[in-house]
């Protein structure tokens, strides 16, 4: 007697069903990563308006501030010659220089100054070596 009811060969779907779910997944998870975009106001062609020269501020070990290499007498000089930073047009940018050995107290407390007197453009340079 022969068998002629042999099972006919089919096709294991599972495994390209499994890879095909795995690419979907993936394809979902990084389109909107994709598609992020940040708004961001550039200005439009250059400006014909001079630029200040920047102000140096060197905070020293101790503490003592130097104003483009001119020493400042105490936190209420200081203070002064923020505010008459912060009143001419075009504002400089007063840039930060700090000693490493010196306290961050101190350059936290120059920073809030210069903020407190209206200084639109800070920066913190890299510790002074």
């Known amino acids: 007697m022969s068998d002629t009811s042999l ?3 089919e096709l294991n779907v599972t495994p390209l069903i499994d890879v095909m ?3 979907l997944t993936m394809l979902i998870l990084t389109v909107p990563v994709i598609t992020h975009a940040i708004k961001l106001d550039m200005p439009v062609g250059a400006s014909d308006a001079p630029k200040a020269a920047a102000i140096n501020l060197d905070i020293d070990t101790d503490g003592r501030v130097y ?3 001119t020493g400042v007498a105490d936190d209420p000089q200081l ?3 923020l505010q008459g930073l912060a009143r001419q047009e ?3 940018a007063l840039k930060i220089w700090p000693d490493k050995r010196g306290r961050y107290e101190r ?3 120059v920073m809030a100054a210069a903020q407190r007197s209206g200084v639109q453009h800070i920066a913190l340079a890299p510790v002074a070596q």
Do not use: D, F, T
Request: aromatic share 12%; glycine share 6%; hydrophobic share 50%.
């Open 107 to 109: 350059v936290a407390q």
């Open 67 to 69: 104003w483009n290499g």
């Open 7 to 9: 099972p006919a060969p």
């Open 79 to 81: 203070e002064a010659w």
């Open 90 to 92: 075009p504002q400089p």
């Open 21 to 23: 779910l795995v690419l």
